[in-house]
């Protein structure tokens, strides 16, 4: 579920960055689902990596891995875009919307 949910954080902001100039409710679910699949990211993956009450397997941890890694993935990709943006080029002008 981590890795699924990191991959899924990493996917929606990029189609998020996509239609980023466009406004209206599509938008708003995108970046609403991209919220929650981040969060579950971090919440799954380091419930799975921290709990010492769970025995888990090897493929576990590198799935909750993957998960923990997107879910940075995706914060790292905004946190740059931001600063991006703040330095005057605008990262998502080049979807080519309208």
């Not at 929606?12 to 579950?40: C, E, K, M, P, R």
């Not at 931001?82 to 005057?88: F, L």
């Amino acid at each position: 579920m981590a890795a699924t949910l990191g991959v899924l954080s990493v996917a929606l902001l990029g189609a998020s960055f996509v239609w980023a100039n466009h406004w209206g409710a599509q938008v708003d679910t995108l970046v609403a689902a991209w919220a929650v699949a981040t969060i579950g990211s971090f919440v799954a993956s380091i419930w799975l990596l921290r709990d010492d009450m769970v025995w888990p397997t090897r493929l576990a941890l590198r799935l909750a891995k993957i998960g923990l890694a997107g879910g940075v993935v995706s914060i790292a990709a905004l946190a740059l875009a931001g600063i991006v943006y703040a330095a005057g080029v605008d990262p998502t002008g080049a979807c080519g919307g309208g």
